[in-house]
């Protein structure tokens, strides 16, 4: 399976502890996103790398949360102290960034992991 | 105003009928626009990529109106299979992150 791939698929803690989620993207794709998805809504950015430099991080992303890309390859999402309202799928997305020709970059969603805060 | 609104649905339609979504975005300059499909429980997919003079991939056309910051999707001769929630994803700086709307779900029911 060449697609994105996510680590765990569930995780259920409880309130308090650190989680960490792993997101191996497509070899090739350069850029990598981490998102966050409740019921009912869309994905919302949380942020992205591009090769391992960390470009942009939502407002959304709090102090307890902390993102790396260490070799460009796979990345690694962080929260300590989790609480009940970060329960949610954590998506992680990658794509090529394409050069000035190209306009579209489509992003490729791996499965999630579903996290369950008690 | 959130940055991306979609139609609140749900749309629950027969079979071979023809449905139509619409999607508005707030900033003015965004880049590239796309529609996603998202199943229950699974990962959002692409769909289409939605260009300036609009364009159409089977049963599926992508509208786009730069000047009223709008976007629509058509789905002619509906399908059971077609059942999913459709995210409207608005690529506000080229190559950075989607902005995506909240999504409209459909059912088609045989």
């Known amino acids: 399976d060449t697609g994105v791939s996510q680590d765990p698929r569930h995780k259920i803690t409880k309130r308090g502890q650190n989680v960490t989620f792993r997101c191996d993207p497509i070899?090739?794709?350069?850029?990598l996103y981490w998102y966050r998805q409740t019921l009912g809504q869309g994905p919302e950015f949380l942020t992205y790398?591009?090769?391992?430099?960390?470009?942009?991080k939502s407002r959304l992303l709090s102090d307890r949360f902390s993102a790396e890309r260490p070799k460009g390859s796979f990345s690694t999402l962080e929260i300590q102290r989790t609480e009940q309202g970060d329960s949610a799928m954590y998506l992680c997305?990658?794509?090529?960034?394409?050069?000035?020709?190209?306009?579209?970059?489509?992003?490729?969603f791996g499965p999630g992991t579903r996290l369950t805060v008690l | 105003r959130k940055e991306v609104e979609q139609d609140p649905g749900p749309f629950n339609v027969p079979e071979g009928a023809t449905v139509a979504f619409n999607c508005t975005y707030s900033?003015?300059?965004?880049?590239?626009f796309f529609w996603y499909r998202q199943d229950c429980r699974k990962e959002p997919k692409l769909l289409m990529s939605?260009?300036?003079s609009g364009n159409e991939d089977g049963r599926f056309t992508a509208q786009l109106n730069r000047a009223s910051q709008y976007i629509s999707l058509l789905i002619r001769d509906s399908k059971l299979s077609d059942s999913a929630t459709y995210l409207c994803?608005?690529?506000?700086?080229?190559?950075?992150?989607?902005?995506f709307g909240p999504g409209t779900r459909l059912s088609v029911l045989p």
């Open positions: 997305a990658s794509s090529l960034a394409a050069g000035a020709a190209s306009s579209y970059n489509e992003q490729f």
């Open positions: 070899s090739e794709h350069n850029r």
């Open positions: 790398f591009q090769n391992e430099a960390q470009l942009e």
């Open positions: 900033n003015s300059a965004s880049q590239s």
């Open positions: 939605v260009y300036s």
């Open positions: 994803v608005v690529n506000p700086v080229y190559g950075q992150n989607f902005v």
